[in-house]
């Protein structure tokens, strides 16, 4: 069985989670504490899996795979049903697109140990930092919102697929950090209709073995 080293609220671990259960893929959870600053991700043993400190890192035999995207087209590739991606070369480069905007432009710069940083080297109060995150979720999202599909439900249109993956996740996480959503209808959109489904409400945060109770399981 796969085993996923995960973080109930690391955004990167969640898309993860959606795309392991929209396959219908067993794995095992294996929990990473990320909450503080020393936390599990710099103990020697999970270093050796992922030499960048973070989560998630995916251990398929003897295949171990950080960064998510990674992570995402290795599973497409292994089970190729139900696809990630879209069947024309230009529908996944849209799809791709979506996806690093989101994982590589805009979650790097509020990332956990990001804020963490901008917190005890900045010495950035926690207004200071919220408004860092806005900043960068409003150039982000209004990206994103230009992207997908005007119908849709989903970022490309009727089918489930990796831009969702990447939305979802941010989307939960602007929300923690109080920013408004009414200027991004077509990703509020995406986000109501993926919620209808088992994959992404059995990877939601909340349904974590290491999320605490307060956090609404």
Known sequence: MMKLYSYWRSSAAYRVRIGLHLKGIAFEYVAVDLSTADGAQHEPDYVALNPQHL?????????????????????DERFPAPSLLPESHAA??????????????????????VLRYLEIEGMLGDAARRAWYHHWLKLGLAAAERLVAAAGPYALGATVGLAD???????????????????????RRIDEACAALDAFALASPERQPDAPPAAGR
């Open 55 to 75: 989560v998630p890192t995916l251990v398929d035999g003897d295949m171990v795979i950080g960064q998510s995207l990674a992570i995402l087209e290795y599973l």
């Open 92 to 113: 996944r480069a849209s799809a791709r697109q979506v996806a690093l905007v989101i994982g590589a432009d805009l979650h790097p710069l509020n990332n956990l140990r």
């Open 165 to 187: 993956l990447f939305i979802v996740p941010q989307l939960y996480n602007a929300r923690r950090y109080g920013f408004p959503l009414t200027a991004y209808p077509r990703l």
